[in-house]
């Protein structure tokens, strides 16, 4: 009997020696595997490095479109600057650019559009859901084009010239609370500016503007143009694994203020105010910030995220929208923003 027990655990030691051989074996295994792995993914960063870098034309985007949460916050550019909604979402950015030995030329696309049901936040009574000025459509639409060229002085700077056209896409036909169709309405509101300069990169995903050349013109034709400096950035990389951010921020700087005065008109040219402005008042700016993750062969999650300061457009949305009825009412240049978020395809 102590025989077969002492058979038994030479065995059982026997087989834990062999089992644990057997593991120990399997982990240096997948050690070496790990290091062949890091090793081909290290080859694999730098090709990506060099097709990044690699000159020539390159093209992409982000295609966004499905169930949105959506809120807005005196973005006058809408048709309900304050309101909040679930849309169907349609939107594009994209980008094609060119970079040559001795000049580049980069080109910028944002456009989208979303139509829906929507309860305003602000000046209604938001406890009266069937009341018809508490149920409105709120018009999501922007379309940002930018075009900008450059030669260049050194592998950093260059000289360059820009072009970029801000506009609205959309517009609804009212008669009263009632919404009755809707119309293609570019330039309501509207901003064209071209401008000159210098163009500094100091990364390959950075480029910075200065243009001291500008004249922006801006619509409604009652709205003031002027000649003006255009300072600007915009950015584009991958800032973790998977996720992508996408910013262009764009300000202008104006050198006068025209004759001063604006008379604000309705959709029918009827005066609603005549405000007077000071040069300050007449700057701008537009940051749009985007972020995409892609978790299935392109399919993944955008967040889109808008904000402006441009006094001239909220005090025109301000005395359409009724919250203000006379110029010394509009006291303030408010922060107008917007956000999406939706389904997204990026290629």
Do not use: C
């Amino acid at each position: 009997m102590k025989q077969f027990v002492l058979s038994l655990l030479l065995v059982v030691g026997f087989a834990s020696l062999s089992t644990a051989q057997t593991v120990d074996e399997l982990k240096a295994m997948k050690s070496d595997k790990e290091a062949a792995l890091a090793e081909l993914q290290g080859e694999v960063d730098a090709l990506t490095k060099q097709i990044d870098e690699f000159p020539g034309w390159k093209v992409g985007g982000v295609g966004v479109a499905g169930f949105n949460l959506l809120s807005n916050n005196d973005w006058y550019a809408l048709a309900t600057p304050n309101s909040s909604n679930n849309a169907l979402n349609l939107g594009f950015g994209g980008f094609a650019n060119l970079d040559r030995e001795k000049f580049f030329w980069r080109n910028l696309l944002s456009a989208n559009a979303a139509l829906s049901q929507a309860k305003t936040d602000k000046g209604i009574d938001n406890d009266s859901p069937d009341d018809p000025t508490n149920r409105t459509v709120a018009l999501v639409n922007g379309l940002d084009l930018t075009s900008l060229f450059g030669y260049k002085l050194s592998e950093k700077i260059a000289l360059s010239a820009e072009a970029k056209w801000l506009s609205s896409i959309i517009a609804a036909e009212q008669e009263g609370n009632n919404i009755t169709g809707y119309k293609v309405a570019f330039n309501d509101p509207g901003q064209l500016t071209v401008s000159a300069g210098i163009t500094w990169t100091p990364i390959n995903n950075l480029v910075v503007l200065i243009h001291p050349l500008g004249y922006q013109k801006n619509w409604p034709g009652s709205l003031i143009s002027s000649p003006g400096a255009k300072i600007g950035a915009s950015y584009a990389a991958e800032i973790l694994p998977g996720i992508a951010w996408t910013s262009n921020l764009s300000a202008f700087i104006p050198y006068g203020n025209g004759d001063g005065f604006v008379d604000h008109l309705d959709a029918d040219d009827n005066l609603l105010a005549q405000v007077e402005y000071s040069a300050g008042e007449l700057m701008n700016w537009t940051w749009v910030n985007g972020f995409s993750t892609s978790l299935f062969k392109g399919l993944g999650v955008a967040f889109n995220l808008g904000l402006r300061g441009d006094k001239q457009i909220a005090d025109l949305g301000q005395l359409k929208a009724g919250t203000a009825t006379t110029g010394a009412e509009l006291t303030d240049n408010p922060l107008q923003s917007y956000y999406t978020l939706g389904l997204a395809y990026t290629f």
